[in-house]
């Protein structure tokens, strides 16, 4: 029997290289059977179905969130079906291991007036970092894509032809999103009269980029959102994935249907994008209580 850096080892290849998970997935993933594998009395002799349960109930016991456990069983039984059909087990255990599933809450979204009032901000300069986070939100607020997605944008992944943007999203799905005329117009005047002039030696294709010439990355992105949200009186404080959800909520209720929502949104699942029918359904119910006479 392996040892439980060898286990690691091989599962992280196994997730990286067979399952291609991304970075982020394949560290928690890591983690998380570690932190098994060291519960666990005799090593990888000790893995049943008794044993896993003991463990999600020290995690629960420790004051984890439903979704942390929820994650954490997923992760599990990933792991035991890869050990099974690597021979490390005798069957796989997670098959019987229940599920623990996340409560799912109704995310944060801005409300049409509210996004038009962050959007129509002037920009205070004409320098290149006005006109690229400028052109970061509207690029955001038009297509939902994930902060990720639009921090791996490379300046060939703009069709001007059809308004649309080629993104790369989880799974290494490739997916196509429309996006309208003010974004397209932010976009274009960054790439010309910003970006030529933070471009370096090694810059690279990347679309949006950073004050010295690299990739733009995710924080600075949450730092541009925070911002812009911050400077608009009555709006509320979100980050990047507040604008995904707020553009998913505004397609819904300008009548696109859901499965268009679903494929603009890289959802694997049709079950993750109807959360944003039951925000728009709330959002009517409480308008309907604050207005009607006799609600």
């Known amino acids: 029997m392996t040892d439980g850096d060898e286990v690691l080892a091989e599962f992280e290849r196994h997730l990286r290289f067979e399952r291609d998970l991304s970075p982020h997935t394949v560290r928690a993933y890591l983690s998380d059977i570690a932190s098994l594998l060291a519960h666990l009395d005799l090593g990888m002799a000790g893995l049943d179905t008794a044993a896993l349960r003991e463990w999600l109930a020290e995690q629960h016991a420790a004051g984890l969130s439903r979704a942390t456990l929820a994650r954490r069983t ?4 990933t792991f035991t079906a890869f050990a099974h059909r690597r021979g490390w087990l005798p069957d796989d255990p997670g098959l019987l291991l229940g599920s623990a599933k996340a409560a799912r809450s109704l995310p944060a979204v801005l409300d049409q007036e509210q996004a038009q009032a962050v959007l129509d901000v002037p920009p205070q300069s004409s320098e290149p970092k006005d006109l690229r986070d400028q052109a970061v939100l509207e690029l ?5 894509v994930r902060v990720s997605e639009l921090c791996a944008l490379d300046v060939d992944d703009i069709d001007r032809d059809r308004n649309a943007i080629r993104v ?21 005047r960054w790439c010309v009269h910003g970006r030529p002039l933070w471009i370096r030696e ?13 990739r733009l990355d995710a924080g600075t992105v949450r730092r541009i959102v925070h911002a812009r949200l911050g400077g608009v009186d009555g709006v509320p404080d979100m980050g990047p994935h507040g604008l995904r959800h707020t553009a998913a909520t505004h397609l819904l209720e300008g009548g696109a249907d859901l499965r268009s929502v679903q494929e603009l949104l890289g959802h694997a699942s049709l079950n993750t994008t109807q959360i944003y029918t039951h925000v728009s359904i709330e959002r009517l119910r409480a308008a309907y209580r604050q207005a009607h006479p006799r609600a």
């Open 74 to 77: 997923a992760c599990v039984r």
């Open 140 to 144: 955001l607020y038009a297509t939902g």
């Open 168 to 188: 790369l999203g989880k799974g290494r799905k490739e997916r196509t999103v429309p996006f309208g005329l003010p974004a397209l117009r932010a976009v274009d």
């Open 202 to 214: 090694g810059t690279g294709p990347a679309l949006f980029l950073g004050v010295r010439g690299g």
